[in-house]
């Protein structure tokens, strides 16, 4: 089944540790992007690419970075996790920002949980 | 600043009608989405205006006007299944969508 798959779905971490959302997808879209959703908050981006080779910052990327060796695969890394960084994170896909209605198609999510 | 404002809940009646409300302003516009977010799942695409006017798609509807930042998705013969979570995003002129916090739809039997 095309989609976006993410792992892990759920994750508790002790603060200062090194963690990798994974994030691949199969309908070979061009732009990928990592978002946190937080209660109360719009989604907000983290990081994005628009084509595999390339990435940039989005709204609240300190903390974050990411890779695009290939068009199915975009990691997320927290270098040392701190508490704040508590949330719900969704991977999602799109043909690209330029390609008229850019519709996002999004993963299941993975909820971490800093301590 | 850019801002998207929606409300943080509505309440409404298992077969009816209710419209959510959405205001935007943004550096530029290049269109308006409407998705959709069951609790703990991912968010589905619903709708996307681009032009003023009226969009319908089967119970849902989404309208435009770009002159007042304004939209709003109608849900019309209410489902229990529509409870859930709608967001509304704009494009902005950077091709970037900047989200409103989402309205949490209950609906009562």
């Known amino acids: 089944i095309a989609g976006i798959t993410q792992a892990p779905t759920s994750q508790i971490l002790a603060a200062g540790r090194r963690m990798t959302l994974r994030c691949t997808q199969d309908?070979?879209?061009?732009?990928m992007y990592w978002y946190r959703q937080d209660l109360g908050l719009g989604l907000r981006l983290i990081h994005y690419?628009?084509?595999?080779?390339?990435?940039g910052k989005g709204e609240v990327p300190d903390g974050y970075s990411v890779s695009r060796a290939n068009t199915d695969d975009f990691p997320l890394t927290l270098a040392s996790a701190v508490p704040s960084q508590t949330s719900v994170y969704f991977c999602?896909?799109?043909?690209?920002?330029?390609?008229?209605?850019?519709?996002?198609?999004f993963g299941a999510g993975s909820r971490l949980t800093v301590l | 600043g850019q801002n998207i404002d929606q409300p943080t809940e509505m309440t409404a009646t298992e077969g009816a009608i209710v419209q959510i409300n959405c205001t935007y302003q943004?550096?530029?516009?290049?269109?308006l989405f409407w998705y959709q977010q069951h609790a703990g799942e991912a968010p589905t695409f619903l709708s996307y205006?681009?032009l003023d006017g009226l969009e319908e798609k089967g119970r849902f509807s989404s309208f435009l006007s770009r002159s007042k930042g304004y939209s709003y998705l109608l849900l019309k013969e209410l489902q229990m299944k529509d409870s859930a979570s709608y967001l509304c995003?704009?494009?902005?002129?950077?091709?970037?969508?900047?989200w409103g916090a989402g309205t949490k739809l209950i609906i009562k039997p």
């Open positions: 999602a896909s799109s043909t690209g920002p330029l390609s008229g209605a850019n519709v996002l198609t």
């Open positions: 309908m070979r879209h061009n732009a």
């Open positions: 690419s628009n084509t595999a080779g390339t990435t």
């Open positions: 943004t550096s530029g516009f290049n269109g």
């Open positions: 205006n681009v």
């Open positions: 995003a704009v494009s902005d002129s950077n091709y970037q969508l900047i």
